[in-house]
C-alpha cells in the first residue's frame, strides 16, 4: 500500500531533478530523484519526490541535472572589470563607466550560479547606485550585500575608492556616513594590498583604530570584515572583534631587506608563515575566513596551463606559470593547515572577483583549489554557499535549500558532489523563484 | 462693607475675562470673574476682579473667554513647510525659502496661542536670520528660543543643515560656534530619524561624544537636548546628563532581520518597547521629556478620520489610517506608561511641527492626545504651558500668568479645562501685553 | 416709470461707494454713487449703482470713500529695507535676510493700496523666490513683475546683485538666463547710479550692448527697461529700442573738473540739463518714462520739513534739507518741462521704493509731487494706475476699473481727484477681488 | 526547365522567410519566399529564394514572418528612464545612475527591432561612456550615434546636460569639444523645450549663433540637427543650413498673455499654426525632418484608452485624455500638411524616446501615427528606417536590406505591409549579422 503524500495547498510551482543537493549538514545532503516546491519566492519542501503530491502544481522537471542552492560570493569587487588593468589604470574610468563594469559582472555571476554578492569595495557610490538601479528594475542581477567603500589609511588599500580615515575618530565617521548610505557592513583594510606603494607585510591601522570600526559598525547593527593578508593584521582583528576576516595568507614582513624597500615594493620583502596559534585563537573567538583562493592569479594559471598542453609556452611565460604555482601552492597550503586545524565550517570559499585577472563567473575556480586543499566536495559546496551565508549574516534566508528559505538555486549538468568541475555546467539560474539565466553566454532574464 | 480692593498706580491697561487659567500649581487654577493688571509687557496682578481697582486703567472686557498663559512649544522647526514633501525634496529649496516658510509657521503658531517657540534645529543659519528679522521689525512672531543647527554624525539625521560633527572634539567645536551664532540651546541628534538611510533604532553617537556636546554646552550657559528615538540613545542621554530629551519612542532594533537592510531602511527593522526602569532612571535625573505626541502623522489621521466620516476611505487610505493609528496607539502607550511612572510634570507637550504634515497652529492636537493619553486638561495645559517654560529655562519669565512674569497669554472661547478641544478657538493673542492676533485665518498684527 | 437695471446673474458680490475713480479716459473717470460687480476676481461692472440690479448679489456697501484701481508701481525694490544704510552695508545680509525684506515691503506696499509691483532689481534670485513663496500661499502680496538681477557692467550700478555682463555676447547670455528663471521684464542699468564707485552722468553700455539686450529681450517675448541717470544713457537707449527708461534724470557730466574725480564720487561732478529735442524723440518712439519721482531723499525731505515745524532743525539738518529742496525742484522741474512737451500718458508715476530712505507704502508721496509738478489729480492717478499698467505690459488686466479687468482696487477715505493726499487714507484693499488688507498698520490678511 | 541559381562561394550563413521588406523604393519592397545571404556582417543576397543555390551554406528557415532592416530611430535619450519623472528630477541621480538607465533603454530598443539608435543629448559624458563600454563588451546595444551634450543657451532646453554656449565663439568651441569627445553629430536646442523656465514657442538662438554651430560642425565632417518646436527657431534654422529638424511643431507665442507669465510657464502661452511656404522652403533646402510624433505623452494616451475601455476613467483622468488627444490631433495634423506638401521621403519618423512618459520598444506607437497621419505603411516603414538613415548620414552602411549593406534586421510574426501594428510582433533581432534578442521581455543575447 502507498503511503500519504505530503501536499500544499499554497504551492506555486515545483522542480523536478535527478538529484538536489541541500547544502544542510557539514558535508551537505544529496537527495536523489528529489523534488523541490515553491511557493512564490520561498522554499515549501525539498526533498524525494515520491513524498510529495504534485498534481496541482506546475511542474518543471530539470532531468538528470543536479540543483544546488544558490551560490554565495561573501567576497567581489563588482566595479573591477578583471581585465588585467592595475588599479591605478582602472580607475582612470569616471564612475558611470565603473557602474558598466557591474552590469558585465552582474550578469556572468549570476549566469555561474551566483545569487548572493557580498561587494568588498568600490568607488565612490556607485554600488549603491547599481543595488539602486536594481530596485527601480533597470536590470536584473543577484542579492547585493554592500559596505560601498573600504574604510583605508591615507593611500592604504583601494583608497582610490574614497573611504579614507585614519584615527578612531575618523574612522568612526566614516563607518556612519557608510551606514548612512547604505551599508550592510564595514570593509576594513587592515593590511596593504596590491594597491601601488602598499606595504601587504604589515597591518594598517593600529587595535584602537580597528576596533572603533568594528564599534561604530556594531552600533549600528552592521557586521564587519577585513582585508587582512598581514599575520600582524589578523593579529590586531582578532583583538578588535572583526566578525570575519578576508584572504588570511598569513604574510610577515622579511625585516633583513627593509633597506631595499621602496615605494613600490608590494610583491618583495615578505613571505607567508602559517600560525596555527592565531588560527586557533580565531576559531575560538567565532571569526569567519573568507578565503579567495583563486584570487592573484589562479585565472591566468589556468590559461598557461592550457597554452602549455597546446601550443606551448615562451620561457617569459613558463617563468610566470612558475612563479604563479609557487604563489598558489602556498596558498593552498595554509589552507590545508586551516583545514586541520579544525576550521572547516568557518571557511567560506569566495573569489575576489573584478581585480587583474579575477574574472566574474568562475567560482569553479576556486571550488576546485578548495577541494585539492583537502575539503570534500560537500564540504567545498557548503563552504561556497551555507557558510558564505552565515558569514555574511543572511543565513536565515539563503545558503541552504530548505523549507522557509528564499528560493534562490542552480542546475548543474553532471554532479559536483562526484566531479566538483561539474558545478561550471550551469543549465539554468532562479533566483527568488524566478528563472534568471540559461547559463553562461547566455542572456540574463529581464527584470 | 465692601473689602478694600487693590489698585495699581502703575497699571498701563487691564483685561476682564469670565474665567483666567494661571497654569500655577500641579493642575494649574482656573480663576472665575477675573482680571489681569499689566505694566507695559509685565503681569501687575491675576485673580479675582472684585479684588482690584481698575477705575483709572484702560479696561478691555473680554467677555465670556477662557484667558491663558502663551504656549510654550519645546520643540517645533520652523524652517519645514509641513506639505508632505521629504526633508530631502524640502532642502533642494535655497536658504531664502526655508526663511518664507518660517514667515508663514511663525503667524501660523502665534494666531494658535503659541508665545514661545523652541526651534528644534534647521539649516544654515536661516532660523537666526529670522530672529534678526523680527528684532529689526521686518514681522511679528513670537518669542523664539534657537539652537541653529542640530549636531548630528556624518549623513545623521538633520544632515543637511549642516551641523555634522564626530568626535568630542569635532563636537566641542560646532557647539562652540553655533553659541557664538546666538544658539540658545544646544540640540543633539542622539539617535537616527526620518532621514534618508538613517536607523532609528540605534544610538547614533557614543555616550563619550554625548557628553562633549553636554559640557561644551554647559560650559557656555546654555541647556542641552537630544532626538531620542532609540531606547540605546534615552540611555547614553542619561548617562551624558542630557537637560531633556525629545520623542522618547524607546524603539529597539529587530536584529532578526539585518538581511533586508539596505539604504532606505528606516521605517523597518525595529519596535517600541517601553522600559519602566530607564524611566525611573530619567525621573531621578530630572531630565525633561518633550512628548511630540502628535508628529509622525496625526495631522493625515485626523484627515483621513473626517473623510471617513464624510467621503469614505479606500482601501489604501484605511491602510493608511490602520497603520497611523498602531503607531499612535504606541506612542499614547508609552505616554500613559510614563504619566503612571510618575513624569507628570517634566512631560512637555510639544508639537515637533514642521516635518511632513505636522501642521504649524495645531497645538491642540497634541493637547487632545494629551489628555487621552491619560492627564487632566489641567496637567495637559500645565505641560503645554510652565513645564514647556521649565524645560526651555525660561520659567521666570513666561509659562503663567503671575505677577512679574511677561504678558504672554490668549484668550479663547469655552473652557479648555472642561473640554480640551476648546484650545483651538483662538480669539486673541497677546505677546508683551501687545495684541498680535486675532487667531487663526486672521491677520497678525504689524510688528 | 423706473428704467430697467442690469442684472448679472453670474455675479460672485458687489461693492458700493459714494466716489468710483475708474483710471478710463485722460483724466480717469469719477462716478458717484457707484457700484462695482465681480465675477469671482473679475469685473463684470463699474457704473451708476442706480443702474444695476443686485437683489442676489452679496453687496458690501463701502460708504462715504473713494475706490480706485489698485495702484501699479512700476519700479521698486523689495529687497531692500529703506534703513538708511547704503548698498554695501544692506548686501552684507544673507539672501534669506533679503527674502524677509521682500515681506515687508509687499505689505506695506499692499496696505497702501499697491497691488501691482514690478520689481526692478535684487539680488540672486531672491524676488523669484518671493513669488515662489507667494504662488505657493505662504504670504499674501500684490501681483509681481518681476526682471531677477539688473543687467550691469563690470561693477556697475547694482553689481552686487549678481546680473554682471560686458559686451553683447554675455548680455544676451545673462537675458536668457534670467528669463529662464523667471524674469517677466529686463533691466538694463544704462548709466551709474548710487553704487559706491559709480559714475551717473555717464553712459554705462554703448549702443550695441545695449541693443543685444533690448533684442535678446524680446526675442523671449520680454519689455525692456533702463536704468538712465544720464542724458547719454537716454540717448543709447532710444537708439537701441527700449521699452521703457527709468529715471530720466537728463544728468551731463561736467567735464570740466574731471581732475578731481575718483573713486567715489557719485554725488559730484555733473548737473541736470534737460534736453526737449530727446524728450521729443524719446516720444515719438512710444518710449515710457517711469518718473520715480520721490526716491533719492523725499521721505527725508518729509521728515525734516515736519522737524522744522515742530522741533526746529539744526544747522546741519537745515543744510541737509536746503541740498535736498535744490535736488527735488531740479527734478520736478524736469518732469513739468516733459509734461509741458506732451509726455502726460507716457509717464507713469513709480516710487523706486527700497533704495536709502524711499520708503514702501508711500506712493502718496510721488502722487503729490506729480501735482506739484504739473499734473491734475486725474492724470496723476492714471499715471499711478493705467500708465503704469501700460508700461509693464499688462494694461489688458489691470490699471483701470472696467468690465473684464481683474478685481485689483482699494478704498480711501476722502476724494483723491480733490486733494490727492488722500490717497493716503485707506481703509481697504481687494486683490482679485479678495480683502487683502484694511491699510497702513494693520494685519494683511493671510493666503 | 529551371533556370541556373545564383550561388554564394563565401556566404557563412542565410535566413529564409515567408515575406522580406527591403525599404528599397518611395514605398519599399516587399519579396515573398525570400532569402537572405550574409557573408559574416554583410549581405550578399536578398530576393526570392528560389532564385539562389544554398546547399554549402547554414540556412536558418525564419518561417511566416517579415523579415525588415532594423530600426533606425533618428531621436532617442538614452539616459532618461520615461517614469514620469520631470528633467530636474531625474537629474538629480548622479551619472552611474544615467548609465544604468541606458542599459535599460538600449535592451529595450534593441528587442524592438531599433538596430542603430541617434542619442540626441544626454548629460556629460555619459553616453559617450556607454558606447566605450559597448566597445569594450560589457553589455551589447544596437548601433549608436551621439551628440554628447546638445548645444544650449544659457538655462536653456537640456541645459543640465553641460553643453551651455552663448555667442558664436563659444558655441564654436563648444562644438569642437563636443566632436573631439566623439560626437557624431552636434544637437542645437533651437528653441525652447520642457525644461523648467523655457519658452518653446520662441527661437532660444539668433541665426548668427546658429550658423556658427552648423559651420564648426561642418568644417569637422558632422551632420546637424536642431530642437525646433517654434516655428521661428524652424526659420532661423532654415538660414543657418542645419541638415535636419527635429519636433517642428510649427509653434507661435500668443502675445495676448504676456501678463500671466512667470517663472514656470512653459506649458501656456502659445498655439500651433502649420506654415506651408516655411515647409516648402524646407523642402527646397533639402531639410530633413525628424518627426517624433509619438513624443509629449502618446504613451499616456493608450495606456488612457486602454484603461477606459476597461476599468473606466476619472474625471481628471478623462479630462488629461483630452488635452493629450487635442495635443496629438494637432501635431499629426501638421504631420499630414507636410505629407501633402511632399515632404514625404525627408521626414523620419523618430521617437523622441527617454523623456516623461516616453518608453523605448516602443516605435511602433510612431509608426501608427504615421500611417494615421496619412502615409501608407511602406512608407512609414521607409520613414523609420532608410530615411532614418539617410537623416542620420549612414545610408550607404544600413537602412535598407541590400547587397553591400550591414545585416541589421528584425523578424516580426505578421506583415506590417498590411498592418503597420505588426511591426511589434518582434520574434528575433539580429545586428551585424548576430542574434542579438528574442522579442521584448526577452533577454538580450551576451557580447
Chains 1, 2, 3, 4 share one sequence.
Not at 555561474?112 to 561587494?119: E, P, Q, Y
Not at 614582513?253 to 610583491?267: E, F, P
Not at 543572511?394 to 528560493?407: H, M, Q, R, S, Y
Not at 559536483?416 to 561539474?422: E, G
Request: charged content about 20%; overall charge negative.
Amino acid at each position: 500500500m502507498e503511503p500519504t503524500r505530503r501536499s500544499f495547498p499554497t504551492a506555486s510551482q515545483a522542480f523536478l531533478a535527478k538529484r538536489i543537493f541541500t547544502a544542510v549538514g557539514a558535508e551537505g545532503t544529496l537527495i536523489e530523484d528529489a523534488a523541490l516546491v515553491l511557493e512564490d519566492n520561498q522554499i515549501l519542501y525539498v526533498g524525494p519526490a515520491r513524498e510529495v503530491e504534485l498534481a496541482a502544481v506546475p511542474v518543471h522537471d530539470l532531468g538528470d541535472v543536479t540543483v544546488l542552492p544558490g551560490l554565495v560570493d561573501a567576497h567581489a569587487h563588482l566595479t573591477l572589470p578583471a581585465d588585467k588593468r592595475n588599479y591605478e589604470q582602472v580607475h582612470q574610468d569616471p564612475d558611470e563607466m565603473l557602474a558598466l563594469v557591474c552590469v558585465m559582472n552582474l550578469r556572468k555571476h549570476l549566469a555561474a550560479g551566483v545569487t548572493t554578492i557580498r561587494d568588498n569595495g568600490g568607488r565612490n557610490r556607485v554600488t549603491f547606485t547599481v543595488r539602486d538601479a536594481i530596485r527601480r528594475g533597470y536590470l536584473a542581477g543577484p542579492r547585493l550585500l554592500l559596505c560601498g567603500r573600504p574604510v583605508t589609511q591615507r593611500l592604504g588599500h583601494f583608497y582610490f575608492c574614497g573611504g579614507t580615515a585614519d584615527g578612531p575618530v575618523e574612522i568612526r565617521a566614516t563607518v556612519r556616513a557608510l551606514v548612512a548610505e547604505g551599508a550592510d557592513h564595514i570593509k576594513i583594510m587592515a593590511s596593504g594590498g596590491a594597491t601601488l606603494g602598499n606595504l601587504p607585510y604589515y597591518a594598517a591601522y593600529t587595535v584602537e583604530e580597528m576596533k572603533a570600526a568594528v564599534d561604530a559598525a556594531h552600533d549600528l547593527g552592521r557586521l564587519t570584515t577585513g582585508h587582512c593578508r598581514a599575520t600582524q593584521s589578523m593579529r590586531y582583528a582578532l583583538e578588535a572583534g572583526f566578525d570575519a576576516i578576508e584572504h588570511a595568507e598569513f604574510l610577515e614582513a622579511d625585516l633583513s631587506r627593509k633597506a631595499n624597500l621602496g615605494a613600490h615594493h608590494n610583491l618583495q620583502g615578505g613571505q607567508s608563515v602559517y600560525d596555527g596559534r592565531l588560527a586557533q585563537q580565531l576559531l575560538d573567538a567565532g571569526t569567519f575566513i573568507s578565503t579567495t583562493l583563486q584570487c592573484g592569479g589562479y585565472d591566468t594559471v589556468v590559461d598557461l596551463r592550457h597554452k602549455k598542453d597546446t601550443a606551448g609556452l615562451t620561457g617569459q611565460e613558463q617563468g610566470q606559470l612558475d612563479a604563479l604555482q609557487f604563489y598558489f601552492e602556498q596558498k593552498v597550503g595554509n589552507f590545508s593547515q586551516l583545514i586541520k586545524d579544525g576550521f572547516v565550517g568557518k571557511l567560506a570559499i569566495s573569489s575576489d572577483a573584478g581585480p587583474f585577472d579575477t574574472q566574474f563567473g568562475r567560482m569553479d575556480l576556486g571550488l576546485c583549489l578548495g577541494v585539492e586543499g583537502g575539503m570534500t566536495t560537500g564540504q567545498a559546496l557548503v563552504a561556497a554557499t551555507r557558510v558564505g551565508a552565515e558569514l555574511c549574516g543572511i543565513a536565515d534566508e539563503v545558503g541552504t535549500l530548505e523549507p522557509g528559505k528564499l528560493a534562490d538555486f542552480f542546475a548543474v549538468d553532471g554532479d559536483p558532489t562526484r566531479n566538483i568541475a561539474d558545478i561550471a555546467n550551469v543549465t539554468g539560474v532562479w533566483a527568488d523563484g524566478r528563472l534568471r539565466s540559461h547559463g553562461p553566454g547566455v542572456g540574463v532574464e529581464w527584470p
